[in-house]
């Protein structure tokens, strides 16, 4: 039986697809959808009975959670694998924050893949206005004063956002959590109308007047085409997407003007491979070995060759923290990073979260009044789940 994956464009799962294609022998091909159309196309696969696809791309602690609840994935059956397998995937090399995150109970649900966490570029022309360390630890606060400095339009603009309506609310992340604000307490009650919450917002709004001027419809691949033509002073996108943007450079030993830092509190999420529940359980345990099999340590280096953000310690290598300029920063990032309340409301509060800063962003409702109809909707909403 041929695998049938699914998974949204991005450059790793793009990666897979390709080795696949190359090795016929894997015996498997992969299904690629927009990001855009990606979670409608996930959920209509895994509610099928059964699924056309036995495994997909799921963002961690993003979905993860309301897939469990609604019956929709399982855990991987570790214990019907080959003891042999299992034992050569070397689950104690994969990062703790990585390998906490694809697991639910004690049960690991998803084979990670690559992690998609903030990494900020900066030109080095601009590097005098961050501290002298090699991964500079980057304050949201402070980008407003760095971005004026910086922005020499229409040669180079000062800064890009990624501030797309599918984007833009995790890139505001960083700066609600600099600003001494939260999305969410202890209960999963919103908290995010506070002052603090408010003013990190309207600090996102901000750097508007220094971005290019189509900047609200920047995802991943325009924040990498500003990037390669070297347009912007600073920008910040998923480590995930610093080897399709710069790995041609390296490559090829080429000077890359550019250098990387980590937020202070920057946003992580682990995508990884899981199991639909609507499937045979000797498919399950097949395809599992299969998962187990091939994300081993050589995928893990091609995964940083061509994507950018590994996730086992044994790839954050001396001499691959050489290599790849930014790779020190992508570690950083991962030993800071945060992530949202593990809960399978999450991915409803989010769906009313990202139109919501888009508004502010675009001018249709102030940063105040956005975030207090943001409040409203998810307080009805909760009442609801």
């Known amino acids: 039986m041929a695998i049938r994956l699914l998974g949204p464009n991005d450059p790793a799962v793009e990666a897979l697809q390709l080795l696949l294609s190359k090795n016929p022998d894997l015996d498997a091909q992969i299904e690629i959808v927009r990001w855009e159309d990606y979670y409608t196309t996930l959920l209509e696969s895994l509610k099928s009975n059964p699924c056309p696809f036995q495994a997909i791309f799921i963002p961690g602690h993003v979905w993860l959670d309301s897939l469990i609840h609604t019956g929709l994935v399982v855990p991987l059956p570790l214990d019907e694998v080959d003891a042999a397998v299992v034992t050569d995937y070397c689950l104690h090399d994969i990062l703790p924050s990585v390998r906490k995150e694809c697991s639910r109970a004690g049960e690991l649900y998803l084979v990670p893949w690559f992690s998609d966490g903030h990494i900020c570029f900066f030109h080095a022309d601009v590097a005098d206005l961050f501290n002298g360390t090699t991964t500079p630890i980057i304050r949201p606060t402070q980008l407003i004063d760095v971005a004026r400095k910086a922005h020499r339009p229409p040669e180079r603009y000062g800064i890009a956002l990624k ?3 599918s984007e833009m609310f995790l890139d505001w992340l960083p700066f609600l959590w600099d600003f001494g604000g939260e999305l969410l307490d202890g209960d999963l009650h919103p908290v995010f109308t506070t002052p603090q919450a408010v ?3 309207e600090a996102y709004i901000a750097l508007k007047s220094y971005c290019p001027p189509d900047v609200h419809t920047y995802g991943n691949l325009e924040i990498g085409r500003v990037l390669k033509e070297n347009r912007v002073s600073m920008a910040t996108t998923w480590g995930g997407q610093a080897s399709a943007i710069f790995g041609s450079a390296v490559e090829s030993s080429n000077v890359v003007p550019y ?3 980590v937020y202070a509190q920057p946003w992580n999420a682990t995508w990884g491979i899981g199991l639909p529940a609507h499937q045979p359980q000797s498919t399950r345990r097949s395809v599992a070995e299969w998962l187990l099999r091939i994300a081993n340590q050589q995928m893990d280096e091609y995964i940083l060759r061509v994507a950018g953000s590994p996730v086992r310690i044994s790839t954050y290598s001396s001499q691959n923290f050489q290599r790849y300029f930014w790779l020190p920063a992508q570690w950083e990032m991962l ?8 809960t399978h409301k999450l991915s409803d509060i989010l769906g009313v979260m990202y139109p919501t800063v888009y508004a502010a962003f675009i001018g249709e409702k102030s940063a ?4 207090a109809d943001a409040e409203s909707t998810i ?3 909760l009442r609801n789940i």
Do not use: D
């Open 368 to 371: 105040r009044k956005a975030l």
């Open 259 to 261: 250098r990387a830092g």
């Open 379 to 381: 307080l009805q909403l």
């Open 163 to 165: 501030a797309a309506v």
């Open 199 to 201: 003013e990190s917002l």
């Open 335 to 342: 030993q800071r990073c945060r992530t949202l309340p593990f």
